[in-house]
């Protein structure tokens, strides 16, 4: 591990987002999915890390060019320099589709709720991914959506989707809420990993942030992520864990361990406060000293249960964007 590079990735990462000139993203793709709903962001490279930055002009980051590299400043130094990834669908090297992007629970971080936006078709879930494939550089294909009406509607949606999707030879992996025997049901229809979310391990957080998940307590989803790994085996389940919500570090340990002792990785996700929630949501983006601290925690712990981060295919994992991926960038 190159400590530098980790600790400039987590400054990044905390902040989360950059200025930039529109001459700049000339001929990149911007991609308007994942956590940040409603917002655009772009993947930037360096030293072997990647990281995801919205767009914002009230960013205290600067993007400019220069001799053709793509530099970062920050109060007008340069900070790091790289270099701007195309986007496939969502992130670089794979086509992250969000399926239904409405969501008939109200969990405070999540701006899904209130955007209720489209139901995406079959045949427009194929076109992404054709057109994703056709650029040479697919190397996966991922799923992700919110629940519309049940979450049991939403797994046989998935469902249907992923059966289509075996067409193209490559690895599925799939992040949804989960049913009573939805692994098994997914991994017959052909998905290698999935992803269930805790959110977070603090449960009088769970419970003030996710109110009116009627039947989906975090014990159902521990519960669910446990079967999954009896279902896919090691390395292929994990859980995004929001860091930002108040929970102390001493809890992130604790329930980092929790998982990682039942077979899941833990992903350590930095909260984006969504604008049209911020009055409803207590929440601090953590600092990048804390995300290095925690993401070299979580290294530890998952080499102490024999993980290996690297053999996973699909989703945040390989992608790291978003986070301080342990072993890939801590």
């Not at 078709?121 to 519309?148: F, H, N, P, Q, Y």
């Not at 989906?216 to 929001?242: C, E, H, M």
């Amino acid at each position: 591990m190159n400590k530098l590079s980790a600790k400039l990735k987590a400054e990044l990462v905390a902040i989360g987002t950059v200025d930039v000139d529109e001459s700049v993203l000339s001929g990149i793709s911007v991609s308007t999915a994942g956590p940040g709903t409603g917002l655009k962001s772009i993947f930037f490279r360096f030293n072997g890390h990647r990281v995801r930055l919205e767009l914002s002009k009230d960013s205290p980051l600067k993007m400019v060019t220069a001799n053709g590299d793509v530099i970062i400043l920050k109060d007008g130094k340069e900070l790091v320099r790289g270099e701007l990834e195309q986007i496939l669908a969502h992130c670089p090297d794979q086509a992250y589709i969000t399926l239904s992007e409405r969501c008939v629970y109200d969990c405070k971080f999540c701006s899904v709720p209130i955007l209720q936006g489209e139901i995406k078709t079959l045949d427009e879930v194929l076109g992404m991914v054709e057109r994703a494939a056709k650029t040479g550089k697919l190397r996966a294909i991922a799923l992700t959506t919110g629940i519309a009406h049940t979450p049991e509607e939403e797994i046989d949606r998935v469902i249907e989707v992923v059966k289509a999707l075996k067409r193209f030879n490559l690895p599925i992996g799939v992040s949804v809420h989960p049913t009573k025997d939805s692994s098994q049901q997914l991994k017959d229809a052909g998905v290698v990993e999935v992803k269930y979310n805790v959110e977070t391990m603090d449960r009088t957080i769970f419970e003030r942030v996710c109110r009116g998940r009627k039947g989906s307590s975090l014990d159902f989803i521990l519960d669910s992520l446990r079967d999954a790994v009896r279902v896919f085996g090691k390395n292929r389940v994990s859980t995004n864990f929001i860091i930002g919500l108040g929970e102390t570090d001493e809890c992130v340990h604790a329930g980092v361990e929790y998982l990682a002792k039942m077979g899941i990785i833990p992903i350590l996700r930095p909260i984006t406060i969504p604008q049209l929630r911020k009055d409803e949501l207590e929440a601090t983006r953590p600092s990048g000293e804390r995300l290095l601290k925690l993401g070299m925690m979580t290294r530890e712990i998952l080499e102490k249960y024999g993980f290996n981060v690297k053999e996973s295919q699909t989703m945040c994992l390989p992608c790291t964007g978003c986070d301080l991926t342990p072993v890939r960038d801590v």
